[in-house]
Each structure stands twice: as C-alpha cells, then as structure tokens.
C-alpha cells in the first residue's frame, strides 16, 4: 500500500480553507498504480455473488467503471440531478457544508441484484449513505462498498453500519 500512499497528493485549504484534500489525480495518471488500486479495491469480493458495481459522480465512475469492466459486470453510475436522460430515482442528503441529491436511472438494478458500491473517499459517510439508500430504493442489495481512501477520523464508516467496508489507504 505504500506505493499507493505515495500517488495521493495533498492539496491543503481546498475546497475551504483548513481542509487537506487527498487527491487522486497522480495515482489515476500511473498506469501500474491504477492497475494496482483497482485489483485491491475487488480482491475481496472475487467469488462473490456481485451481480452490478455501482460508483458516485465523479471519481467513483473511474474506479468503479474499472472494476465492473475487471469483473466483466454492468456498471451503474450515481450521478447529480438533471445529468441523467432518463426516469429517475433520486435521494437527498446533508453534507457538512450544504446539501446535495443523487440519482440513478430506475431500470438501472432489479430486486435481484448484488451491488458493489464503489467511490474513491469515504470522509463523513453522507454520500456513501445515500446511495445505499438509492440503491435499495431500487430493491437491490448493496453487497459492500470499497474506498480507494478513508479519512479515519471524519468516522465515515459510522454512518455505515451494517454495510461492510473496504478501504485501501488510511488518513
């Protein structure tokens, strides 16, 4: 993991003054350590009966398009309101500095289906929250999520209770 340590940047004051950004930019640039952070990011799910990987607008559909494409699995992406052309499911939820709203297309996942939910950082958990919740508004179970990092002491994975979690790198 060390090698995927040392492709996350720190951007400090952004998006507000007294954050430190993990940026995953310089890892997604090296072809070897994206290679690398998606094998880990699905390695505990081979042999699992995963039926769909979902991802969150925006750095979710690279990870997670990467891991469907891997796994030979449809990819399902979470997107923002009004970016998606047909009828939709939404959910809202808070953030810590605002609101937001994601969606999903409604013939996206059938009752049937076993999601691997994918997104690059899990920091407070509201996003991660939400679409399990817009998951299963479809019926569908979400089987497990997986973060390329999480942010320990933003305690994240606490709103997430009852779902298992897999991340790749701490802070």
Known sequence: MQRLHAK???IPDFPKPGIIFKDVTPLVKDPAALRLSVHQLLHPFLGREITAIAGME???????????WELGLPF???R???KLPYDVQSVSYDLE?????????IDSLDSG????????LLATGGTAKASCELIEKLGAK??????VIELDALGGRDKLHGYEVHSLLHY
Do not use: N, Q, T
């Open 8 to 10: 996350i940047r720190d």
């Open 58 to 68: 925006a750095r979710g559909f690279i990870f997670g398009s990467l891991v469907a």
């Open 76 to 78: 399902v992406p979470l």
């Open 80 to 82: 923002k309101p009004g």
């Open 97 to 105: 500095y605002g609101s937001a709203m994601l969606e999903i297309h």
């Open 113 to 120: 289906d076993r999601v691997l939910l994918i997104d690059d």
């Open 142 to 147: 979400v089987e497990a999520i997986a973060f």
